[in-house]
Structure formats: C-alpha cells, structure tokens
C-alpha cells in the first residue's frame, strides 16, 4: 500500500522530526540531511515535488549556544529559537548544494492559516517554488509564536500545509517505524499497524504516551494530524525517518510504516486497525 501510496502521488509533503533531524548529542545531524536531499533530488528528477516541514530549530540553537540550556523564560526560548533556525537552514542549504538544488524558508503561525490573505499569498508562493524546482522548508515562527497564535507541534504544521497545498500524499518521518498499540520502545513485542481507515477507533485502542525530549509532538498529535490531511482527501503515511535511505525504502516497499487511508478495502494479508 506505502509504495502505491507514493508512486501515485506527485505533490508529497515531508516532515521530519527533531529526533530524525539530530544526533544523540542534540546536534544537527549533517550526514542525515546530505542522504535525505539526495533522496529529494532524485524524486525530483522523476517528476515529484517536495515539501519539507523541518523541525529542529531549538535543537541547533541549543547545541549553538549551550549555555542556554536551562533557560525556562520564553525570551530565552525565543531567542534560542531565532539563532537555532538560522543554523538550521544553513545546514538545509549545504545539504541541498551538491545537487543544484535551491532551498526557500517559509515561517508560519496560527494566524497565517486563519487569515484568508496571508493563507491565499502562503499558497501562491509555494505553487511558485515548486514549479521553480525549489524546495520549500516551513517551520512554526517560534519567534513571534507566543501561546495565542502558535500552532504548537509541525505535525500539524505539516497536516496544514498539506491542506494549503492540495498535497497528493503526507509523510510524517518519526523515530519509530509508525503506529503501535502500546509504545514500542517501553513494549517490544508490539504490532505495527500497517493499514487505518478508523482513526476514531484506533484513539480507543493504542495506549498514546507523552512528546520526546526534543519533539513537542506524540502519538496523538500524529493522529490529529492525520485526521486533518483525510478530511480533505490527503493520505498520510508514519515512518522512522532514521532508516537508511528511509523515503526511496518505503517507495520500493522495503520499509514498513503505517498508512493512514480513506479507502474502505485494503489488501489481503494487511494488519489494520479500524
């Protein structure tokens, strides 16, 4: 289903974590984003557009100015925020380089989505890059992103800028292989659910944990975010964004994820949930 999934979409938005995007130190993981834009270049290459939704801004400010580590005030969050997403897209820009290929920021907030000006002009300008053959990479303002207006995690993002968009396809690259009853990380011998169409039931029957240490997303934010990109039509697949070469395996049908489908049949043999 994951390799129909992507060879039928032309239009795919990519969002990577921040535990995807960093090393076990907290830093920007170089070799990470030099493998994934070579992945998105080949795409390209074959017809497809790319749109990246990129955490890790606080991660590079944090590993930029680690003195900063235990600041709590949201200035400093802010501030740590601004200098991270320049380190962010530079290391963005380095990544793409070697391929010819050219980067553009776009930073949003909640406001942007609820303003039908802001939202008509966020989506001339993608339609505008991507027929350039450049790459969006969106990120939240967490500069200006106080409570009131802040989206709050880039699953979200990701969901809303798939929906801005009119994307063929959503993926969600994590650090787990995708949807399981109980987390596998604290329960090993659970089953990935590679197959839902009832994201209503599956709420009622996974055990939904807490963000990571870096991520502000979980499990439940993942489903909201699927939800959003079904309501208007848009699959979604869940993937550990950390395997080799993770977007061209799920193409070829060599990594497993979940997919999270509108369509009331699946396949023989596939395990579903709803």
């Not at 995690?153 to 292989?177: G, K, R």
């Not at 993942?222 to 990109?229: F, G, M, P, T, V």
Request: hydrophobic fraction near 45%.
């Amino acid at each position: 289903m994951i390799p129909e999934l992507i060879a039928r979409a032309r239009k795919i938005v990519v969002k990577i974590g921040s535990n995807t995007l960093t090393d076990q130190e907290g830093r920007i993981d170089a070799p990470f984003l030099a493998e994934f834009a070579g992945q998105t270049a080949d795409f390209i290459a074959k017809g497809k557009q790319i749109v990246i939704v990129s955490s890790g801004a606080q991660a590079a400010g944090l590993s930029t100015l680690g003195k900063w580590t235990r600041k709590q005030d949201i200035h400093y969050k802010q501030a740590l925020c601004a200098v991270g997403q320049v380190e962010l897209m530079g290391a963005w820009l380095r990544a793409f380089a070697p391929w010819g290929l050219r980067i553009a920021q776009i930073l949003l907030t909640r406001d942007d989505f609820g303003d039908p000006i802001r939202t008509l002009n966020m989506r001339n300008t993608l339609f505008t890059l991507v027929d350039e053959g450049i790459v969006p990479v969106i990120n939240e303002n967490d500069t200006v992103g106080v409570e009131e207006i802040k989206i709050g995690d880039n699953d979200t993002l990701a969901a809303q800028s798939a929906v801005l968009w009119s994307a063929d396809l959503l993926v969600l690259f994590s650090d787990i292989d995708g949807l399981y009853r109980e987390n596998p990380k604290e329960h090993p011998e659970s089953e990935l659910i590679e197959a839902v169409r009832d994201i209503r039931a599956v709420r009622e029957r996974i055990s939904i944990g807490g963000a990571s240490r870096f991520g502000t997303g979980g499990i439940a934010t993942k489903l909201d975010a699927a939800e959003r990109a079904l309501s208007y039509g848009i699959p979604m697949i869940l993937a550990h964004g950390g395997r080799p070469r993770a977007l061209e395996a799920l193409a070829a049908g060599n990594q497993r994820g979940t997919a999270f489908l509108a369509e009331p049949a699946a396949p023989a043999g596939e395990k579903q949930c709803g």
